[in-house]
């Protein structure tokens, strides 16, 4: 930091004294804040940034448990598809099919509940909001066991449904073409608390002016509804679409308990990849190639939010 | 809609939920809460009658037994819950004290790097933990702190998603207050511990109480970094019962309730801070 300061004109013309001056006003400047920033500089320093870089650095090279010195440039990333008669790329359609699927039932469930809320007083808001919130707050192991068990083959609660219509049971997580869609169905069910929350404050926040003078035009309620509150909750949609595509890029925690196990190549996802590979077979250097891939695909959507973004609602 | 009906302007709050909303609420509420209390009733319920084809939809075998040979059978059970809460209790008390710190001096203060610094923190958000994990453990295994409760909390230390929100709150806080501070002779940390953290309080409250959950609940790096029995946390431990007890649900069951009583306390306690939380973008689901 003491280069910007000896970098000014004149720098060289100083005598030492003067530098020894300089340097102390500098650090009794700036001490201070350097001295409130170095804790948090230091975690980041030794628990994020160097990993991240030590991470591509390992992801270049043959690493199997301890690096043997060779440096192979992108052949782990190319094995990263082909390893394991390319899981891999399961792991990405099954993932990217989570994605979709989860996220757009995501924001369209928080967006009506959104809107049902909005008519309830505020005692009941902060009732249901409570419910919706509370199952976000365990985590998610503990939601997931329970999840395991209502999949039960045999005992399940579903099943036991099934059976009240006369239908045969279904093995929920056991039948490989199933199962997928079992983990995408019990997120489905999972109330997207956040998004409730987020979408409830957005609504509240528009003007009433704008709905009366569109019930003066003669707008009808779904119209309202379409030209007035979706264009202004806009900004909430794109943020809350990019954390749930966030979120379910690196959906592991529930997969691991549903299915400890697990069930083939049917549903391995990107992270499962990732903690198989890397912590189960210590294949570090083509964990790591997939870790980066992930990494791909969250700054591409971060990316694209960030463009998007720029357009802001005007009132 | 509602809204359609010739409601006075300044009436509009009015609420008159019609059924239909009222069902839709109800249910999608039962929805939401049914794991958790399928979990319970499991969980108070003998095995004997669990495992049965029609499942008592209410407690009517009520009995305390899984609990007693949870506690008896998963000998490390209250190690991991204590493990779980020195790791979250400490982690917390770290991000209040750093990301605070941090907060302050990226809102108020002007030094040079201060934006590129600032940014690149941030920067670090969009990096996934799988990314990091493998050095991470590395430099944990050489450090020799896997199985010590210091490889979870080291690194967890402070987050920029803190930093980023104590910036923001402090930043709303007049400046004329800390050069009064300044003038009156107080020292710079003075200023920080007299005048600073006082008015933060609020903001604190928040990032202690979502740090706290998102820490209790961290499931993907304790579960690498602990490998002997006794230092699982608890979301490790409760997820390692169903390895070991297989196919015997009520431990199973029992372990997960008695994991999840703390937070749904914590949440009762706290629930207007953790919505706030929420709306600030702090807490996820």
Same mark, same amino acid.
């Given at each position: 930091?003491?280069?910007?300061?000896?970098?000014? &004109?004149?720098?060289?013309?100083?005598?030492?004294?003067?530098?020894? &001056?300089?340097?102390?006003?500098?650090?009794?400047?700036?001490?201070?804040?350097?001295? $409130?920033?170095?804790?948090?500089?230091?975690?980041?320093?030794?628990?994020?940034?160097?990993?991240?870089?030590?991470?591509?650095?390992?992801?270049?090279?043959?690493?199997?448990?301890?690096?043997?010195?060779?440096?192979?440039?992108?052949?782990?990333?190319?094995?990263?598809?082909?390893?394991?008669?390319?899981?891999?790329?399961?792991?990405?359609?099954?993932?990217?099919?989570?994605?979709?699927?989860?996220?757009?039932?995501?924001?369209?469930?928080?967006?009506?509940?959104?809107?049902?809320?909005?008519?309830?007083?505020? $005692?009941?808001?902060?009732?249901?909001?409570?419910?919706?919130?509370?199952?976000?707050?365990?985590?998610?192991?503990?939601?997931?066991?329970?999840?395991?068990?209502?999949?039960?083959?045999?005992?399940?609660?579903?099943?036991?449904?099934?059976?009240?219509?006369?239908?045969?049971?279904?093995?929920?997580?056991?039948?490989?073409?199933?199962?997928?869609?079992?983990?995408?169905?019990?997120?489905?069910?999972?109330?997207?608390?956040?998004?409730?929350?987020?979408?409830? !404050?957005?609504?509240?926040?528009?003007?009433?002016?704008?709905?009366?003078?569109?019930?003066?035009?003669?707008?009808?309620?779904?119209?309202?509804?379409?030209?007035?509150?979706?264009?202004?909750?806009?900004?909430?949609?794109?943020?809350?679409?990019?954390?749930?595509?966030?979120?379910?890029? #690196?959906?592991?925690?529930?997969? $691991?308990?549903?299915?400890?196990?697990?069930? !083939?190549?049917? !549903? #391995?996802?990107?992270?499962? #990849?990732?903690?198989?590979?890397?912590?189960?077979?210590?294949? $570090?250097?083509?964990?790591?190639? #997939?870790?980066?891939?992930?990494?791909?695909?969250?700054?591409?959507?971060?990316?694209?939010?960030?463009?998007?973004?720029?357009?802001?609602?005007?009132? | 809609?509602?809204?359609?009906?010739?409601?006075?302007?300044?009436?509009?709050?009015?609420?008159?939920?019609?059924?239909?909303?009222? =069902?839709?609420?109800?249910?999608?509420?039962? @929805?939401?809460?049914?794991?958790?209390?399928?979990?319970?009733?499991?969980?108070?319920?003998?095995?004997?009658?669990?495992?049965?084809?029609?499942?008592?939809?209410?407690?009517?075998?009520?009995?305390? @037994?899984?609990?007693?040979?949870?506690?008896?059978?998963?000998?490390?059970?209250?190690?991991?819950?204590?493990?779980?809460?020195?790791?979250a209790l400490s982690i917390t008390l770290f991000h209040c004290i750093f990301d605070t710190l941090a907060g302050y001096t990226f809102a108020k203060k002007k030094f040079p790097g201060r934006t590129i610094i600032f940014w690149a923190? =941030?920067?670090?958000?969009?990096?996934?933990?799988?990314?990091?994990? @493998?050095?991470?453990?590395? =430099?944990?295994?050489?450090?020799?702190?896997?199985?010590?409760?210091?490889?979870? *909390?080291?690194?967890?230390?402070?987050?920029?998603?803190? =930093?980023?929100?104590?910036?923001?709150? *402090?930043?709303?806080?007049?400046?004329?207050l800390l050069d009064a501070a300044r003038i009156d002779g107080c020292s710079e940390w003075g200023i920080f511990m007299r005048v600073v953290l006082p008015l933060c309080k609020p903001a604190i409250g928040a990032l202690a109480i979502?740090?706290?959950?998102?820490?209790?609940?961290?499931?993907?790096?304790?579960?690498?970094?602990?490998?002997?029995?006794?230092?699982?946390?608890?979301?490790?431990?409760?997820?390692?019962?169903?390895?070991?007890?297989?196919?015997?649900?009520?431990? *199973?069951?029992?372990?997960?309730?008695?994991?999840?009583?703390?937070? *749904?306390?914590?949440?009762?306690?706290?629930?207007?801070?953790?919505?706030?939380?929420?709306?600030?973008?702090?807490?996820?689901?």
């Amino acid at each position: 930091m003491s280069g910007v300061l000896l970098g000014s &004109k004149g720098a060289a013309r100083r005598s030492s004294g003067q530098m020894k &001056k300089a340097r102390q006003g500098f650090f009794k400047k700036y001490g201070w804040s350097y001295l $409130f920033i170095l804790p948090s500089i230091l975690v980041f320093a030794i628990f994020t940034f160097a990993p991240a870089i030590w991470a591509l650095l390992i992801s270049f090279q043959h690493y199997f448990f301890r690096w043997n010195g060779q440096w192979v440039g992108f052949k782990n990333y190319v094995d990263a598809f082909t390893f394991g008669d390319g899981v891999f790329g399961r792991a990405i359609e099954n993932t990217l099919y989570y994605t979709v699927i989860t996220v757009t039932a995501s924001i369209l469930i928080a967006l009506a509940l959104a809107g049902l809320l909005q008519r309830c007083n505020k $005692f009941w808001r902060t009732v249901f909001l409570g419910a919706y919130y509370l199952p976000a707050v365990t985590s998610a192991v503990i939601v997931a066991i329970s999840w395991r068990w209502i999949y039960n083959g045999e005992f399940g609660l579903f099943n036991y449904l099934l059976g009240l219509v006369h239908l045969a049971p279904v093995r929920w997580l056991s039948d490989p073409n199933i199962v997928l869609n079992s983990i995408v169905l019990s997120t489905i069910l999972t109330v997207p608390a956040t998004g409730v929350v987020l979408f409830n !404050a957005a609504m509240s926040g528009v003007p009433g002016e704008l709905y009366e003078a569109a019930r003066i035009d003669g707008a009808g309620g779904i119209r309202q509804w379409w030209s007035i509150t979706l264009p202004l909750i806009k900004p909430t949609t794109l943020y809350l679409v990019v954390i749930y595509t966030i979120y379910s890029f #690196q959906v592991f925690d529930k997969v $691991f308990v549903m299915l400890p196990s697990g069930v !083939a190549d049917s !549903a #391995q996802f990107i992270v499962t #990849q990732i903690y198989q590979n890397g912590f189960v077979s210590f294949y $570090f250097g083509i964990a790591s190639a #997939q870790g980066f891939i992930l990494l791909l695909m969250i700054a591409s959507v971060a990316f694209v939010q960030f463009r998007v973004l720029r357009t802001d609602v005007e009132y | 809609m509602a809204l359609r009906l010739s409601v006075p302007a300044r009436k509009r709050t009015r609420k008159r939920l019609s059924v239909g909303t009222w =069902i839709a609420l109800v249910i999608t509420a039962i @929805i939401s809460l049914w794991p958790l209390y399928w979990l319970l009733v499991s969980a108070v319920t003998p095995t004997l009658y669990t495992m049965k084809s029609t499942p008592d939809l209410w407690p009517a075998h009520f009995s305390l @037994i899984n609990f007693q040979r949870l506690l008896s059978d998963a000998k490390y059970y209250w190690n991991w819950m204590g493990n779980s809460l020195v790791v979250a209790l400490s982690i917390t008390l770290f991000h209040c004290i750093f990301d605070t710190l941090a907060g302050y001096t990226f809102a108020k203060k002007k030094f040079p790097g201060r934006t590129i610094i600032f940014w690149a923190l =941030i920067a670090t958000m969009m990096v996934p933990a799988y990314v990091t994990v @493998i050095p991470l453990y590395l =430099i944990s295994h050489d450090l020799h702190l896997l199985n010590t409760l210091w490889a979870i *909390i080291l690194p967890g230390m402070a987050s920029a998603f803190g =930093i980023f929100l104590m910036r923001q709150y *402090i930043q709303t806080l007049p400046t004329e207050l800390l050069d009064a501070a300044r003038i009156d002779g107080c020292s710079e940390w003075g200023i920080f511990m007299r005048v600073v953290l006082p008015l933060c309080k609020p903001a604190i409250g928040a990032l202690a109480i979502f740090t706290f959950v998102q820490h209790w609940n961290d499931f993907f790096w304790p579960l690498i970094a602990m490998t002997s029995t006794s230092s699982y946390t608890l979301t490790v431990g409760v997820a390692s019962l169903q390895g070991e007890f297989t196919t015997d649900f009520g431990i *199973i069951f029992a372990g997960a309730t008695l994991a999840a009583l703390p937070m *749904i306390m914590f949440f009762f306690i706290f629930q207007r801070s953790f919505l706030e939380g929420v709306r600030m973008g702090a807490l996820k689901g």
